[in-house]
């Protein structure tokens, strides 16, 4: 098989030149620093979700406000319950936890950074382009990494440990890297 040639030119327009390294400068990040963003982001858009499923729960607790407890049961006559405020603390606890993921997910896709991310200097970026890896990816990496990385005694993050190109599994399925900044 002949050797490819030495140079082909300038790539097609649309398509960029494949670059192992995003960006001169720029180091992977090491486990420390990824993890310790992983905590502080854990802990921020912790304490946002906090802030917005209190008012859930204060109409869920005041849509029981009749009823009462016999023998670890809840009795609730049939006019105590409120349907609405039920339901209504219902819809502010899920609208809650949908806007702190689109939150998430959306500072990731966009600028590669979220909070605890911009905190600690690191970035997650395209392997090929060195870009931010847009939101379709962002929600996959972070659907896949709850779902599959973390399962197995977090083998799925640990991976980086030993790869070559410090990715764990969910990178590795966008194909994204993670770079100091």
């Given at each position: 098989?002949?050797?490819?040639?030495?140079n082909q030119?300038?790539?097609?327009?649309?398509?960029?030149a494949?670059?192992?390294?995003p960006s001169?400068?720029?180091t992977?990040?090491?486990f420390g620093?990824?993890?310790g963003a992983?905590?502080l982001?854990?802990?921020?858009?912790?304490?946002?979700?906090?802030a917005?499923?209190?008012?859930?729960?204060?109409?869920?607790?005041?849509?029981?406000d009749g009823?009462?407890?016999?023998?670890d049961e809840?009795i609730?006559?049939?006019?105590?319950?409120q349907?609405?405020t039920?339901?209504?603390?219902?819809?502010?606890?899920?609208?809650?936890?949908?806007?702190?993921?689109?939150?998430?997910?959306?500072a990731?896709?966009?600028?590669?950074q979220t909070w605890?991310?911009?905190?600690?200097?690191v970035?997650?970026?395209?392997?090929?382009?060195g870009?931010p890896i847009?939101?379709g990816?962002?929600?996959?990496?972070?659907?896949?990494?709850?779902a599959?990385?973390?399962?197995?005694?977090?083998l799925?993050?640990?991976?980086?440990?030993?790869?070559?190109?410090?990715?764990?599994?969910?990178?590795?399925v966008?194909?994204?890297?993670?770079?100091?900044?």
């Amino acid at each position: 098989m002949p050797p490819p040639p030495a140079n082909q030119g300038p790539p097609p327009p649309g398509y960029q030149a494949y670059s192992p390294t995003p960006s001169p400068g720029w180091t992977r990040a090491g486990f420390g620093a990824r993890f310790g963003a992983s905590l502080l982001d854990s802990l921020l858009y912790g304490l946002l979700t906090t802030a917005l499923v209190i008012p859930g729960i204060v109409l869920l607790i005041a849509a029981f406000d009749g009823c009462t407890t016999i023998n670890d049961e809840i009795i609730c006559p049939t006019d105590s319950l409120q349907g609405g405020t039920l339901a209504g603390g219902i819809a502010l606890i899920l609208a809650a936890l949908l806007i702190v993921f689109v939150v998430y997910v959306r500072a990731l896709g966009r600028t590669g950074q979220t909070w605890g991310r911009k905190i600690v200097g690191v970035k997650v970026v395209g392997e090929l382009t060195g870009t931010p890896i847009g939101f379709g990816k962002a929600l996959g990496r972070v659907l896949f990494a709850n779902a599959i990385s973390g399962q197995i005694f977090y083998l799925g993050y640990l991976w980086m440990l030993w790869d070559d190109k410090q990715q764990t599994w969910h990178d590795k399925v966008v194909g994204s890297i993670v770079v100091r900044t």
